[in-house]
């Protein structure tokens, strides 16, 4: 019995009903009321499939399907299920519902495995709420601790805990994740590019992760009337920043050929149509497959936001997020290649440009990564699309794979 194409297609219908923008692409921030039912809905199927629900201190959601070493480190697969402003249904969603489709085949095939296989939704990968990005792996991986958590607030100035209260999660519970306890973590993502489209092949076997940082700059000037102040005597945040912003591509080129830097969000206060700003914040995201360019470019944007201090105008530079570039387990990588193979899949080795989930698990365990191909490699937009067909290739060899992981004996 193969993956179940129209119930996955379900699955990603469903799950794109819970968005804060309907018509507008899936917007579901973190501890939101979208949040909550899609929370509610992936629990729901978890317990479908035979799994044993649980939620963690961040709110992340696992679904356990005991093996006969209870106690043994578990396999987990999973992606993330929160989403960027006005996003697409498929964006760690595929993911998700990839993993229970694992778990769906494990029931209908009523394989006990060995090793116990864990369906993994994460919290706030995207940063959308929280800034930085990550922050549900991050956090059970210990990469920030419980004090530093219950400090985190919304751009409203709402704490995480008290978000997190307002859905029914408890913050006070285990947030940490023993690495002793994951056997491995497989992630199916969507390419978000266009490389598998261009080449007609269904799989990416995922060799690397590119490496990423997430600036905030504050820059301050001061406010003022727009008809009577001379422009001699302005002291305009704005202006400093569009100058920032405006140099950043050039220092992307010149780094080198995949360093990329982007300014996706900015706030200018008090944002009055005659007023002068008297401050701007805004983010810089820098990505480089190789560390070296990537610390590089970090170097070269700090310098440029240094150089406009100057008449008046103050700059603050916040690094919310920094992640090397990363290798992912060469054996799960095999044995996704022989399975693709068994199954007469074609696939191929891709880079992702993307940061995943899986870039930290790949510090604490054996961490792996599947593509399918993106339409027209559109994501982060509401015209984002994978075909159910190639999303059910991927779970057949993810189902495969963690057969042979979890060590199942075939009844
Ligand atoms: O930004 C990224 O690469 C991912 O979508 N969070
Ligand atoms: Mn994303
Ligand atoms: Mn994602």
Redesign the pocket.
């Known amino acids: 019995m193969f993956a179940n194409e129209q119930r996955i297609k379900k699955h990603i219908e469903n799950l794109s009903q819970f968005t804060k923008t309907p018509g507008a692409g899936v917007t579901r921030l973190t501890y939101s009321e979208e949040d909550l039912q899609a929370r509610n809905y992936i629990k729901d199927k978890m317990i479908a499939y035979g799994l044993t629900v649980t939620e963690d201190g961040f709110g992340n959601i696992f679904g356990k399907l005991d093996g006969v070493y209870s106690g043994a480190p578990s396999v987990l697969v999973g992606s993330h299920f929160d989403s960027v402003p006005n996003g697409g249904a498929y964006?760690g969603t595929a993911g998700v519902v990839v993993g229970l489709e694992v778990a769906a085949l494990f029931q209908e095939h009523q394989i006990t495995p060995t090793y116990p296989l864990e369906v993994i939704a994460l919290i706030e990968?995207?940063g959308t709420r929280y800034g930085g990005?990550l922050m549900g792996s991050r956090g059970m991986t210990g990469l920030f601790s419980r004090e530093e958590f219950e400090s985190f607030t919304d751009a409203n100035g709402q704490l995480a805990t008290d978000a997190m209260k307002e859905i029914g999660l408890d913050p006070s519970k285990v947030q940490y994740r023993d690495p002793e306890t994951i056997k491995a973590f497989l992630e199916l993502h969507i390419e978000q590019g266009p490389i598998l489209e261009d080449k007609a092949i269904p799989i990416g076997i995922v060799e690397s992760i590119v490496g990423l940082a997430q600036l905030e700059v504050t820059v301050k000037g001061r406010a003022g009337h727009a008809g009577t102040t001379p422009m001699n005597q302005r002291k305009d945040a704005l202006v400093s920043a569009a100058k920032i912003i405006a140099t950043l591509p050039e220092i992307a080129v010149l780094e080198s050929e995949d360093t990329v830097i982007t300014t996706g969000r900015l706030q200018v206060f008090p944002n009055g149509a005659n007023v002068i700003p008297d401050q701007v914040v805004f983010t810089i995201d820098i990505r480089s497959t190789d560390e070296k360019h990537l610390f590089q470019a970090i170097e070269e944007v700090k310098a440029l936001i240094e150089t406009k201090n100057e008449n008046g105008i103050t700059t603050f530079v916040e690094q919310n997020l920094y992640i090397e570039p990363k290798a992912l387990n060469k054996e799960i990588r095999s044995i996704f290649k022989q399975k693709s193979e068994e199954l007469g899949i074609p696939h191929c080795s891709i880079h992702s440009g993307?940061?995943h989930d899986a870039m930290v698990f790949a510090d604490v365990t054996a961490s792996g990564m599947l593509f399918v191909p993106s339409l027209n490699g559109l994501s982060?937009c509401p015209e984002e699309y994978s075909d159910a067909g190639d999303l059910a290739k991927g779970a057949n060899i993810l189902f495969e794979a963690i057969k042979q992981l979890t060590e199942s004996k075939i009844m």
């Open positions: 964006d990968e995207e990005g993307a940061g982060h």
